[in-house]
């Protein structure tokens, strides 16, 4: 029984990771197209990976602080949360909105982590609701998202805008599948 509890729970730190990655993936592709220099590329992939892990830390708290004041209630809006979150990284993903601003240094770069890391405060939110740990979690994460950055630069380099909206329809309808999955393994 035990084994199966931490495959499952290895599951879902993987499947956020996966999802916030996808996410990254996204804006990466994007900016990639501009085909960047080395430093550039790192400089994202590490503001990306800073980004995101902060989002989810400042979550986190509120998420146990909500979990402590509003008990099983902040479970389910937890995940309710999480829902949103896909619902509106896919809604996202179908407007075309183009860039303006160098999103590699400066304002632009601040901006561009940004966005891409508020879906993580939901996130971090809900995960006291899921049973996902923290560090196990933040460990993957700035893994995922750094190797999506990189990934995603490359791919937008050599095809362009093509993929990039399918990938954030695919992180959000992932993390819409996860809030779905934990609420019926809440119910059940």
Do not use: C, W
Request: hydrophobic share 60%.
């Amino acid at each position: 029984m035990e084994i199966h509890q931490d495959l499952l729970l290895l599951t879902k730190v993987l499947a956020v990771a996966f999802a916030v990655g996808l996410d990254v993936f996204a804006v990466s592709v994007g900016v990639g197209v501009a085909r960047l220099p080395f430093n550039a590329s790192l400089r994202l992939g590490v503001t990306f990976a800073g980004f995101e892990i902060a989002m989810q830390v400042i979550g986190y708290a509120l998420g146990v602080g909500a979990g402590q004041i509003l008990g099983e209630v902040a479970a389910y809006v937890g995940l309710a949360l999480l829902a949103f979150i896909g619902f509106v990284m896919i809604r996202k993903s179908f407007l075309h909105v183009e860039a303006t601003f160098d999103a590699t240094r400066g304002m632009g770069l601040l901006l561009t982590s940004l966005s891409i890391s508020l879906d993580s405060l939901g996130v971090g939110i809900a995960l006291p609701a899921a049973g996902i740990p923290l560090l196990p979690l933040l460990i993957l994460v700035s893994i995922t998202t750094t190797m999506f950055t990189f990934v995603g630069l490359e791919f937008g380099a050599r095809l362009g805008e093509r993929y990039e909206h399918g990938a954030e329809r695919a992180a959000g309808a992932m993390l819409v599948m996860l809030a779905t999955l934990l609420a019926i393994g809440r119910i059940v």
